[in-house]
């Protein structure tokens, strides 16, 4: 395996994505993969053309019940009739229905293609949406519906690792009993941010008791806390897990300069988490498809460049025309201490299940 070495790795985009778009004055609109794809091709040409742009096809019912009900998917279309709300940020515009199943299809193709290439990568992370509701700017969970349909084609073990700054309470509801599916989940601390949810007692139930592991992270953590974060818990929970495939739901929205969250990384540290969770997969020999489409506010595209350096492990000189709020030691020992409480709190509960923690 490859593992897109120095050649070409699949990469998931269709021109139609620009209909996922929720409207003027709304943090997501539907030109920022265009805009991405250009300013790669014309800044990074070289780095352009290791991507091997491949066309998804729509995801059909039958793949979208995987992790959806039926009642669900009438209610969307339902509601896309009538321009209604499946919550109060997430209107369903005429449109917007066709393009959530072509990133669900993208999403679908890249899975299959990592575990036949070791490597791909697209447009993905609707993880707000649960089995019967949608929210967040998602209307169906395109990283559920991969991996159910890996599941389906006889995989028996695959991890699920959000590093997206908002927790994917959507994903992690489709799987909370199901242990052939570890979601781990890397966020900003759920008391500060939506959805809410992700605090670290929620450890899945049932069979899946012990498969979700959630790490909120303080506001402001920074890189330090993430590598404790890795070092820590992720690493560990990969070795025991023994995945067969890693769908990593990235974002471009832990960057300081996003306009909803406060996670403070910048372009090096997406990068560095990039990379390091692709040399991982690419050491252990484990197919990983990674995914990305959040980000709010002027940079995403920056952001989107630094985790595509990291993947690909390319030399790319990025910047922000903007300063980093600078944090005082004391903040960042109180950070560092609360992360520790975090961090020992999760490896007691996950301790009965997974004999890394011993
Ligand atoms: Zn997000």
């Not at 300069?257 to 020999?285: F, H, Q, V, Y």
């Amino acid at each position: 395996m490859s593992h897109g070495e120095g050649t070409g790795i699949a990469f998931f985009y269709h021109p139609d994505f620009a209909g996922y778009d929720f409207g003027a004055n709304h943090p997501f609109r539907g030109d920022r993969f265009d805009s991405f794809i250009r300013s790669l091709e014309e800044r990074f040409p070289d780095v352009f053309g290791r991507l091997d742009l491949r066309t998804p096809e729509r995801a059909s019912d039958e793949l979208l019940l995987l992790a959806h009900t039926r009642s669900y998917l009438e209610r969307v279309d339902s509601l896309e009739k009538r321009r209604g709300f499946l919550s109060l940020d997430t209107q369903v515009l005429p449109g917007s229905v066709e393009a959530a199943r072509l990133v669900v299809g993208a999403s679908v193709a890249g899975a299959r293609a990592a575990l036949a290439d070791s490597l791909a990568a697209g447009f993905g992370g609707l993880h707000h949406a649960g089995p019967n509701y949608g929210e967040g700017f998602c209307i169906f969970n395109d990283v559920a519906v991969a991996a159910a349909t890996v599941l389906e084609d006889g995989l028996e073990r695959v991890l699920i690792l959000d590093t997206d700054a908002h927790q994917g309470n959507g994903t992690m509801d489709i799987f909370y009993e199901d242990s052939r599916v570890l979601f781990i989940s890397l966020h900003q601390d759920p008391r500060t941010l939506y959805p809410g949810r992700g605090f670290v007692y929620e450890i899945g139930a049932g069979k899946g008791k012990g498969f979700t592991a959630n790490i909120p992270m303080p506001m402001l953590a920074g890189w330090p806390l993430y590598e404790m974060a890795m070092d820590e818990i992720v690493d560990p929970l990969i070795q025991g897990f023994k995945p067969q495939l890693i769908i990593r739901n990235g974002g471009g929205d832990p960057l300081y300069t996003d306009i909803l969250t406060n996670l403070g990384l910048d372009l090096d540290s997406l990068t560095r988490l990039n990379r390091r969770i692709a040399g991982r997969a690419k050491e252990l020999n484990v197919p990983l498809l990674d995914i990305f489409l959040s980000g709010y506010g002027p940079y995403v595209t920056e952001g989107w460049l630094a985790i595509i350096r990291g993947l690909l492990d390319e030399p790319m000189e990025l910047s922000i025309p903007e300063k980093m709020k600078r944090i005082s030691g004391r903040e960042q020992a109180m950070m560092h201490e609360s992360m520790r409480r975090t961090l020992d709190e999760l490896m007691l509960l996950l301790k009965p299940f997974w004999n890394v923690f011993q």
